[in-house]
């Protein structure tokens, strides 16, 4: 068994301060019978959302209603809560508080998983790109509607800061960022009163994440090895019939071709290690998918330990989550198991390339329809409660590009599908079809 590290318990952290609970917009005070914390209702705000709903219809690793009991984004984002709830428990942070930025992490995917986002940034190379994380925050404090006194969900500070894993500006060094409207708008107000610098524009240089922010992206981890690992061993992808030999070396192969030379410390012996343990274990007369599945959770969540980066911690930027190099070296292996033989399996490349072809076609459609040489016929296909936006910048192309982007991302895999057919393919179509 593993042996519990120790942790910096966080009990006594001022939770409940001005910092960590303020909202960027003024609220009335909640009714004195509603006794929930100001994370449980950022929680409540999450779940509620139409963007979160909409999460049950996108891409995880198989898109949704290709098999039964097989996860979408919702579901993982459910689990990904539920294993930050126990990550926080250990930590000593309010479970509300992390569970709400783990519920809100992927609010910013587009359909068809990465492939799309892959997709969407390729598409708005010319006009700020596009990142889920940063599209995530652009539904959280923008797109999301919720009150017409101001935009977005008004989360608190805290919450917001637990999602925003990439708090960079776009250069070309960095595939990861956050957009230059939201890092101007926000990132004055979301630092304020601790010592983390609001943007970095050194393409070496790394930015502290808040504690909150680390756990969600710690549980993201678990359940995106974990879970997506079962979902592949119950639909017959992963761990075919092959020797493990085999296995190793193309996962190694795809380690290599994933990585830069340097950045992963995973060599070909460690990999044939950790796969050899996995199948043992599955192997055992008495065990099942389900418990060996546990197994690694429970190790995963256990093993973690949370230092203070300084003496007297001011804000949740001077603590560090600490994870083994062994049960990193695991979860990292079980993801590219799974990139290998499902992400890479001709059946799913094949899907994904659909998808990428679907959006892209969609976006030009769209921005065309959106832009002067339409005519009489601009944004006509478009919702009108989104014409009145698109007409108020007319003129800037880049934030026109940014509203199509914003109308596909926040698509189900099955509406760009429906919205695709019913622009490009010749069979019938009603216009009383919901798209």
């Known amino acids: 068994m593993p042996t519990v590290p120790t942790v910096t318990i966080l009990t006594d952290y001022n939770w409940d301060g001005d910092r960590e609970t303020a909202r960027r917009y003024p609220e009335p005070a909640p009714d004195p019978v509603d006794r929930r914390s100001p994370y449980e209702h950022d929680r409540a705000r999450i779940i509620h959302s139409v963007a979160f709903r909409r999460l049950q219809g996108k891409t995880q690793i198989f898109a949704p209603g290709q098999a039964e009991f097989l996860r979408t984004r919702v579901t993982h984002s459910i689990e990904v809560a539920q294993i930050g709830r126990s990550l926080a428990a250990i930590a000593g942070v309010p479970d509300s508080l992390v569970e709400a930025a783990c519920l809100a992490h992927d609010l910013g995917l587009p359909p068809f998983g990465h492939a799309g986002e892959e997709t969407l940034d390729r598409l708005m190379q010319s006009y700020g790109g596009f990142e889920g994380n940063a599209q995530t925050l652009r539904v959280i404090a923008r797109l999301e509607e ?19 894993k990439y708090p960079y500006r776009r250069n070309p060094h960095r595939n990861k960022f956050l957009y230059d409207e939201d890092l101007d708008d926000y990132a004055d107000w979301l630092f304020a009163g601790t010592d983390a610098e609001p943007i970095a524009t050194d393409s070496k240089k790394v930015l502290p994440r808040s504690l909150v922010c680390q756990l969600m992206d710690w549980a993201d981890d678990v359940a995106y090895s974990v879970h997506d690992m079962e979902d592949g061993l119950n639909s ?87 994870i083994p190099e062994a049960v990193r070296h695991e979860c990292e292996a079980f993801k590219l198991l799974t990139l290998e033989f499902i992400i890479c399996d001709e059946r799913t490349s094949t899907l994904a390339r659909k998808g990428r072809e679907i959006l892209t076609r969609l976006f030009h459609i769209l921005f065309e329809n959106a832009s002067p040489c339409a005519g009489e016929l601009r944004y006509v296909l478009f919702p009108r409660a989104v014409r009145p936006t698109l007409a108020a910048v007319a003129d800037d192309e880049a934030i026109r590009a940014r509203l199509v982007c914003d109308r596909l991302a926040g698509l189900t895999d099955g509406q760009a599908l429906r919205l695709y057919n019913r622009l490009l393919e010749s069979t019938g179509s009603s216009p009383f079809e919901p798209v």
Request: aromatic share 10%.
């Open 236 to 322: 017959g992808f992963l761990l075919p019939s092959l020797p493990l030999r085999c296995i190793v070396d193309l996962t190694w192969q795809r380690l290599q071709s994933y990585y830069p030379s340097g950045l992963c410390c995973l060599d070909r012996d460690r990999v044939g290690e950790i796969l050899q343990e996995l199948r043992d274990r599955l192997e055992q007369p008495d065990s099942t998918i389900r418990e060996v599945m546990r197994y690694y959770i429970n190790r995963f969540v256990t093993s973690i330990a949370v230092i203070a980066t300084r003496k007297r911690p001011r804000s949740l930027f001077d603590f560090r989550l600490e």
């Open 146 to 164: 919720k009150s017409r006194t101001y935009p977005g969900l008004n989360l608190c500070r805290s919450t917001l800061l637990g999602v925003l």
